[in-house]
């Protein structure tokens, strides 16, 4: 039903900037960006796999790993069919695979960062921070 397809991804210096992208392709009839949970996760080598931002599906609330608060942002284009991730003053840290991700989940937004939420899961595009 789902389709993510990310891009941006690249090679940058800590406290530079990078903007991700993620073409989404939805195959159910009048649904728009809106009727998905939909954000990013990462995974770092040798680490598990995070929540990085999320938008939830019931009521459109956004949220963040407290890692990322203040220098990451989330928005999403519904006429586009595009969610971004605008990543400022990035630290070696945030070095990962970043997935774009999407679900019908609608229950509660204490599990919204939860990776089992999510059954549709993009190819993954590859942050690198580093002098």
Do not use: H
């Not at 800590?14 to 992208?21: A, C, D, E, F, N």
């Not at 195959?27 to 680490?47: E, H």
């Not at 059954?119 to 942050?127: A, D, F, K, N, P």
């Amino acid at each position: 039903q789902v389709q993510l397809v990310e891009s941006g991804g690249g090679l940058v210096q800590p406290g530079g900037s990078l903007r991700l992208s993620c073409a989404v392709s939805v195959a159910v009839s009048g649904f728009t960006l809106d009727n998905y949970a939909i954000g990013w996760f990462r995974q770092a080598p040798g680490k598990e796999r995070e929540g990085v931002s999320c938008i939830s599906r019931s009521d459109g609330s956004i949220y963040y790993a407290d890692s990322v608060k203040g220098r990451f942002t989330i928005s999403k284009d519904n006429a586009k069919n595009t969610v971004y991730l605008q990543m400022n003053s990035l630290k070696p840290e945030d070095t990962a695979v970043y997935y774009c991700v999407a679900s019908y989940y609608s229950g509660t937004d204490d599990l919204i960062m939860v990776p089992e939420v999510y059954g549709y899961w993009g190819q993954g595009t590859q942050v690198t921070v580093s002098s």
